[in-house]
């Protein structure tokens, strides 16, 4: 018997095409995730659940599904997940690391300059008739970015890979990781810097922490305080890796000058939200690695992932390897 995947909502078409050919797959074609009764009836007898980083898979949803080996979630972020319960339980987790790196990175560039530059306000200036004066020496004047000093938080291999890319704009790289990175100090020619130090020094603060309960909101008033007034603050991570209230405030008191933001404390944010009020924050719905490409690769990679696991073989995007000493390959192996 082939088996059972649950895919919980529309992916792109060629991870759904890779897992028909090894399992039978319950797809729930559409755009928004499934409600959690949905959720909770659909699991009950799958070895697989294919997610996305909307859908929270709890204790009481791995329970549900007794049979369950293999949870792929097509995020790299896994916060939406019970990783421990499911270790102990024996359920293999598998995400979408790499794949997304270089894209995301490109978007966090993209809200740093977009931010520093004004770009979404000129733009907005424009569709609005404001544009009255051919030039002008004061008009919206923003923020240099080439020969700057960028804090990068978290230099994973999306920290990493926006730290590549300061090369060229000729930056100062201070980054701050719970490890040090000595490897990457040379290679990158970026230095170490303690947290307070980071956000006193830096014209532009970029995000790249998985939210975990110690990252949870690892930026809050006191950490804005210490920014310069005229720093920009990029966030590609997680929206509660900042406490939303302290930031608002400091945006609209002007402790820091501006931010570009991908992700926030609660999606979609409401359209009611002070933040939206704000000229000075430059504002995306979670797009970060949303590129065409790389969602194809992200969806390809989880059934990759899933098969593999299910093939009894380890796949290279296992974020739980301790769940082998649980349950082995073997015995998770149907294909
Ligand atoms: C997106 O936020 C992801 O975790 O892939």
């Not at 319950?26 to 009836?41: F, I, N």
Request: with cysteine; aromatic share 6%.
């Amino acid at each position: 018997m082939k088996p059972k995947v649950y895919v919980t909502r529309k992916i792109p078409e060629v991870g759904i095409e890779l897992l028909k050919k090894f399992c039978d797959v319950d797809y729930r074609d559409e755009v928004p995730p499934p409600s959690r009764e949905e959720l909770l009836d659909a699991v009950e007898d799958v070895d697989a659940i294919y997610c996305t980083l909307n859908e929270k898979i709890d204790e009481e949803v791995m329970d549900k599904a007794g049979k369950l080996k293999v949870i792929g979630t097509m995020s790299v972020g896994v916060d939406h997940i019970d990783v421990d319960h499911a270790t102990s339980k024996g359920i293999y987790v598998v995400h979408t690391p790499g794949v997304l790196t270089e894209t995301v990175a490109d978007h966090a560039w993209a809200l740093l300059l977009a931010t520093a530059r004004r770009i979404v306000e000129a733009d907005r200036s424009i569709r609005n008739g404001e544009w009255k004066i051919p030039w002008a020496p004061t008009m919206l004047l923003g923020y240099d970015v080439y020969g700057k000093t960028l804090g990068v938080i978290g230099i994973g291999r999306i920290g990493s890979a926006v730290a590549r890319r300061a090369k060229g704009f000729n930056m100062k790289v201070l980054y701050y990781d719970i490890v040090r990175r000595e490897d990457l100090e040379k290679e990158l020619g970026i230095k170490y810097a303690e947290l307070d130090e980071l956000l006193r020094e830096s014209d532009f603060v970029t995000l790249h922490v998985p939210l975990t309960p110690e990252t949870k909101g690892l930026i809050k008033e006191r950490e804005l305080k210490l920014m310069k007034r005229t720093a920009i603050l990029v966030n590609t991570s997680r929206g509660a890796v900042v406490d939303q209230k302290a930031l608002t405030r400091a945006l609209q008191e002007g402790w820091i000058a501006g931010a570009g933001l991908d992700v926030f404390e609660k999606e979609p944010i409401s359209v009611d939200d002070p933040l939206l009020k704000l000229d000075n924050v430059v504002l995306t719905p979670h797009i970060g690695s949303a590129s065409h490409d790389t969602r194809n690769k992200m969806a390809e990679y989880v059934a990759e992932g899933i098969i593999k696991v299910l093939k009894g073989e380890k796949p290279d995007n296992l974020f739980n390897p301790d769940v082998i000493k649980v349950r082995s390959l073997d015995e998770v192996k149907m294909i």
